[in-house]
């Protein structure tokens, strides 16, 4: 026999038939209307909130490093305070030796007598500079006798000052000093106290 079975084609067609109603019918046209907008929308506002978000950070992030340069600009300024404080109390340290002054303002004096009693003071500075120094010997020249010239550059300008020294000490009144000499001389001291850091400058 030809042709088909009506029962199977009857059931053939409905499945047919139910199939194009399930693919065509509104459900699927709803769903597929609709599907496309609430992907786009949860893109959507995935977009804004972490445009939102960015811009949140970014104002946090200009936030910390404006902080962060206001405390680094505060610890500068006092360690940059403090350092200043140090060089103050260094230079206060490193204040002009009060011997010294009073040496300068002999030798810079009109009176002849002083410019001898500079002398004599730096002297006794070179005396105590040995005593520090420990070296053998009891007088300023069994000291220098003793000193290590490698360590004391300034050997020779003490030599020669603490022997004129002795000169004006022996001969008082007697020994000639003018201005120019005296400067001289305590310019030899000058450069020993200045090897020892006694004297600044």
Not at 25 to 45: C, D, K, M, Q
Not at 101 to 113: F, G, P, T
Not at 132 to 157: P, Q, R, W, Y
Request: negative net charge.
């Amino acid at each position: 026999m030809t042709g088909i079975d009506p029962l199977h084609s009857n059931s053939i067609v409905e499945i047919v038939k139910n199939a194009y109603s399930f693919f065509t019918g509104p459900g699927v046209h709803t769903f597929l209307s609709t599907a496309p907008y609430y992907i786009i929308n949860i893109f959507a506002r995935f977009v804004i909130f972490s445009l939102f978000f960015s811009v949140a950070m970014c104002i946090v992030t200009i936030f910390y490093f404006r902080r962060m340069k206001a405390i680094e600009k505060k610890i500068m300024d006092k360690v940059i305070l403090h350092d200043a404080s140090e060089k103050e109390n260094l230079k206060a340290d490193m204040a002009e030796n009060p011997k010294w002054v009073l040496i300068q303002s002999h030798i810079n004096s009109l009176d002849a007598n002083k410019w001898k009693l500079a002398i004599l003071e730096a002297d006794i500075m070179l005396a105590d500079l040995l005593e520090s120094l420990h070296l053998s010997g009891d007088t300023i020249a069994d000291k220098l006798k003793a000193v290590d010239t490698s360590d004391f550059h300034s050997i020779e300008e003490a030599w020669e000052g603490h022997k004129i020294r002795n000169a004006i000490a022996h001969q008082g009144s007697d020994f000639l000093l003018n201005e120019r000499e005296a400067k001289r001389v305590i310019g030899l001291y000058q450069k020993v106290f200045r090897e020892f850091e006694m004297i600044k400058g």
